[in-house]
């Protein structure tokens, strides 16, 4: 009777611990649902593409990814007073690009997109690889300027190489996992020695 | 200017990722540490786990503060945030001894099972012994510095945000092992004499100063990005240069001088040269405190009912009455526009509430707490109007006492979903609501018990099924007090209260299979004894335990059927809204000559949720026993095998559905505004069906549905991993015997993956 105690009590504490588990869930789920948003077309400039001064300002183009690919792209503008080269940040910034025979894609660039707040981002979906024409006019108060330029945008990355970490992520718990199994029964067989 | 400034403190880039991990992190160190103070106050102090926060704090800053953003802009700026990588985090976080707490601070199985096995084999302790010797730190950390400052990695850095994160992630950790024999943290055991730490350092600094002489005195700007970027600063590039090198100097100077003074002091003030304790704050021997009055760190299981405010409501008497009256008025107004409203899906609220919400939020909350959703069933009302009014006093026939009616409505359910599109019906929706209000009135009207829930709710079933996984279950909170019990209330229930309909006697409940989480039992315990309790999810399914009402798993072919059917069921069911599918249906139709996709339908829905799972799983027991040479029968070896299936099969559900709920979210508002239109009622305003298509392809959804696909299948295999080595004995390979079903689950994983990747048809639906 006392060693069915004794087991019980095992078992009990056993469960016990078990039910420990549920915070360190929640934040792994936390951890996950993190994650899983993966690596938005980060809005933080990138390089450069052409900076020009036009009317009041001087205008610079950041590009993202490098190199750009089909697909989603970052395009960033910082706006610079030509006199001082203070930032502007009171003007209103659209984004333009266009393709030859292709569809034209049109957005405003907003700063609230940006990581960095000097920036004004756009984010958008380039669709087809090739050569862009791409256009900015930033517009503040009566002033209106605008600057054009050419871009050249790479074939996508392979669609499974987007998902690499996730398709990984079994393959790799997996081999940890035999790896785990295999010292265990190591241990266990040198104990046993 | 002070917008300026502004927009630089408003530059923050708090990755959510970063800080989840970083929240994880504390909070197992701060669990571990809280134990390891109580046994070593002295060892671990508070100004351990001060300093660990404030490395942790210092990473934080490097990361996702402004400096961040602006590194890219300014080359000073980005030799901040390296120096905080480097010579700050580093430190401070070793500083907090952080091995023993961030160990003790796991769960126990975890450590015991999972780190346990690595971190006694003898491979890594080799590895770790090697890599922690000072001369690789110190040559590790300084080949790491020059190597990210030659122009092409430091470009290649600045141009991509991925080589970015790996120089980041280089920088710390190396400085990491650099700072490791200089702090020592406890338990590592000292590699040099002490005072060779002191030249250590002395050769840090000099390869230091070289670095930072190089930037400073180059006549030229090294790294070309920081000449065309726009110059946010009066610094020119150059200038910049200048003063980046000058920071690195004097702080880095700093960082190692400081140190090495201090280490020099102790040196001389020992007499023996042996590390005291001014960096490493660590205890001398013998004045631990008498472990033997140490308080109890057990804890007991989580319980949501003792939680202040939700377990308040959930044990208030009337509330599961007042969430079903809420679910009940929803099925009223799902039954009213769905026989009166518009009759396409998605403008209706028959087509948008059921389909789109109501699954996504079920899975959900089966996913993050339990069956919520039978707690707030709103066929309550007819069962209860049924035993009222009839006289419900027969038993159920002993002969349909199983699953297997219930089996048998799921099969037509989701023959019907897919042959009637039942999603973009209203009216269709409407009768089935109508239908399940008759037939449980019907039911329970002239049968004891919960005779509906238990035997034929095709919802049910699916509820109990993928509760199985769930983290919550109404549980007995303390097995001793059960044992003096002699009236057992919680199956039998008093005057006032009744107990458990479903027959599950609390002592011998096992999971949540037919749980309603009605709460009666909770109600009816005179000693307060039953919760709802935390545990590890699935982690129910591993053994095969006598379960009340139920017995074992392994003895009960109908459950196993359930089961399997709503496993091939997920995957039949998202395949089914595949683009590539029904151009594959078309093509078949041609090819037969026939003039409706009906018998087409019929014929490949047989042949995947019937006549394929069969064939598959049979395949899989019979091999699984010729492999694993056991006596068991195939049929008890499906049904101990099946239960491993549940994790795959939910999170394949969780995937469709969480997806149709995240794209098609908003279709309820204009629903509603056409809905309350139609009444005469201008309260809404028009139906804005632009909200339709409000939701865009959110580019981070893939990505979570194969997650969610990613941990249902691991999770897969390792329940039929255990469940497989319940089997062993000496003359039993438990491996061989899983071989068949993880390959099984191999497949339907594939299986989920392509189907993720497919374009969706959404037939019926507006929303792309």
Sequence with gaps: MPDMKVEKAKKKEKRQKDEEFLPLLLFFAFFVFSFAQGYPAHADGGIVLMQRSSGPFVITVFTAPTPLRAGPADIDIMIQDSKNHHPVLDARVTVALSREGGEAIEAEARREQSKNKLLYASLLTLPEPGQWEIEVTVVRYSEETRISGVMMVAPPPPFLLAYWWILALPPVTIGLFVINQWLKRRLKAGWKK | ?768
């Design chain 2, 1 to 768: 200017m002070n917008h300026f400034i502004e927009a630089i403190y408003q530059s923050w880039n708090v990755d959510r990722g970063v800080v989840a991990f970083l929240l994880l992190i504390a909070w197992t160190y701060t669990r571990g540490w809280r134990r390891l103070h109580l046994q070593s106050p002295q060892r671990f102090g508070v100004v351990r786990l001060l300093c660990f926060f404030a490395g942790l704090t210092a990473f934080f800053l490097a990361v996702a503060s402004p400096l961040d953003a602006f590194a890219g802009l300014l080359l000073i700026v980005h030799m901040t945030q390296h120096l905080l990588l480097t010579m700050v985090a580093p430190p401070l976080i070793l500083l907090g001894a952080p091995y023993l707490p961030l160990l003790r601070g796991l769960p126990p199985k975890v450590l015991k099972h999972g780190a346990g096995p690595f971190l006694a084999g003898p491979a890594l302790q080799r590895f770790g012994r090697l890599v922690t010797h000072p001369a690789v730190c110190w040559i590790a950390f300084a080949l790491t510095i020059v190597l990210w400052h030659i122009p092409l990695f430091y470009e290649l850095a600045l141009r991509s945000e991925f080589w970015h994160e790996v120089e980041h992630l280089s920088f710390f950790g190396s400085a990491i092992l650099f700072w490791w024999p200089v702090i020592q943290p406890y338990p590592g055991d000292q590699r040099w004499p002490r005072w060779t730490m002191i030249l250590y350092l002395l050769l840090a600094d000099l390869q230091n100063t070289a670095l930072s002489a190089l930037l400073s005195f180059y006549e030229r700007v090294i790294y070309p990005t920081y000449a065309s970027v726009p110059r946010i600063s009066e610094l020119t590039a150059l200038e910049d240069q200048i003063a980046a090198g000058a920071l690195m100097w004097v702080f880095g100077s700093l960082a190692y001088l400081i140190p090495a003074g201090l280490l020099t002091i102790e040196v001389l003030s020992s007499r023996q040269g042996v590390r005291p304790s001014s960096l490493s704050f660590q205890t001398p021997v013998g004045k631990s405190r008498d472990m033997s009055h140490r308080p109890s760190l057990r804890r007991k299981a989580w319980d949501l009912l003792s939680t202040p405010l939700v377990g308040a409501v959930l044990r208030w008497r009337h509330f599961r009455r007042a969430a079903q009256a809420v679910m009940f008025l929803l099925a009223m107004i799902v039954i009213a526009d769905g026989l009166f409203g518009h009759q396409m899906g998605s403008m209706n609220l028959a087509g948008v509430l059921p389909w789109t919400h109501w699954r996504g939020l079920v899975v959900i909350a089966l996913l993050a707490g339990g069956n919520f959703f039978c707690m707030a069933c709103p066929f309550m009302f007819a069962r209860d109007l049924g035993r009222q009014i009839m006289p419900a006093r027969w038993n159920w026939p002993r002969q349909v006492r199983s699953k297997w009616f219930a089996v048998g409505l799921l099969a037509i359910y989701l023959w019907a979903y897919e042959a009637f599109d039942l999603w973009d019906s209203p009216w269709w929706t409407a009768w089935i609501v109508i239908g399940y209000f008759v037939s449980s009135f019907v039911i329970d009207g002239l049968f004891k018990g919960a005779s509906f829930c238990k035997y034929v709710c095709p919802i049910g079933q699916f509820n109990f099924v993928q509760s199985l996984i769930s983290p919550l279950e109404v549980k007995v909170r303390d097995p001793d007090r059960c044992r003096t019990c002699t009236t057992y209330e919680c199956i039998r229930g008093d005057s006032v209260q009744r107990g458990c309909e479903l027959q599950l006697f609390q002592p011998k409940k096992e999971g949540n299979m037919d749980c309603t989480f009605c709460l009666d039992c909770v109600h009816a315990c005179p000693h307060n004894n039953v919760g709802i309790l935390a545990f590890v999810p699935a982690s129910q399914l591993i053994h095969d335990r006598y379960r009340s009402s139920m017995g074992r798993f392994s003895q009960r072919p109908d459950i196993a059927a359930l089961i399997l059917l709503l496993v091939f069921g997920a995957f039949v069911n998202a395949a089914g809204m595949l683009k590539p599918v029904a151009t594959w249906e078309e093509t078949l139709r041609d090819w037969f000559n026939l003039s409706s996709l009906k018998p087409i339908e019929i014929i490949l829905f047989v042949i995947s949720l019937l006549v394929l799972p069969l064939f598959l799983v049979s395949l899989c027991g019979t091999l699984s026993r010729a492999l694993g040479r056991i006596q068991v029968g195939s049929r008890d070896l499906i049904c101990s095998f099946a239960v491993a299936f549940v994790p795959l099969g939910f999170s394949m559900w969780l995937a469709h559905l969480v997806f149709h709920l995240l794209t098609g979210g908003y279709a309820v508002v204009p629903a509603t505004q056409r809905a309350v239109g139609d009444m005469g009622i201008g309260l809404l305003g028009k139906p804005d069906w632009s909200l339709l298509s409000a939701l865009p392809l959110l580019d981070w959804l893939t990505s979570l549905q194969i997650l969610f696909l990613d941990f249902g299948f691991l999770l897969t295999l390792y329940t039929g991993w255990r469940i497989a080595q319940r089997f062993q004995s000496p003359g039993t390979r438990a491996f061989r015997l899983f071989v068949p079903w993880a390959l099984l689950a191999i497949g339907l994983y594939i299986v989920g993956v392509w189907i993720i990747f497919q374009p969706m048809q959404m037939r019926g639906m507006m929303v792309h």
